[in-house]
């Protein structure tokens, strides 16, 4: 039987929901990229995709882990984007300041494990020590993926959470 919802660990998401529901202005759109955009970014919570491209819900798709990498479940929602929902150019744009750059995989492995007594050893991270070339790579990925037509447009840009600005990266 399933768990009954745990409202009062959620009581203030959903009382901010009931505000944003009132006033809720895009009823009816459709689900495909308005503007022909997917973003790849990190789940950083400083980090907010649309507004940093000058858009609004609608216009682009936006897919986020740790660190912006390029996952297979990246690809695979990507293929979906480009085919199904309008998508014919992808930004990828992982952030200054991310915790996915400022250490490496057994550090993370060893900080959880000691501090909250979690085996993650089976998880890959995707830390990375260079993240331009990190970048650099995910791009190429992207383009290189057999299923991503060549007309899709792939570009790279680093944003910097302390001034809000992308940094174009010649990949």
Known sequence: MPEKFPDADFADVLEA?????KSFAFAGQPGRAQRGLAIVTCMDSRISPL????????????LRNAGARVTEDVLRTLVLAIYLLGVDRILVM???????AQA?????????AEQFGVDTRSLEFRTV?????ALITDVTRIRSFPLIPRTVAVAGAIYD???????????
């Open 161 to 171: 959470v302390h001034t809000g600005s992308l940094d174009p990266v010649a990949c």
């Open 129 to 133: 020590v260079d993240q331009q070339a």
């Open 17 to 21: 929901n009931v505000a944003f529901s």
């Open 94 to 100: 992982p952030h200054t300041d991310c915790q996915m």
């Open 51 to 62: 507004a940093v491209v000058g858009m609004q819900a609608g216009d682009a798709k936006i």
């Open 104 to 112: 490496q995989e057994p550090e993370i492995h060893a900080t959880i």
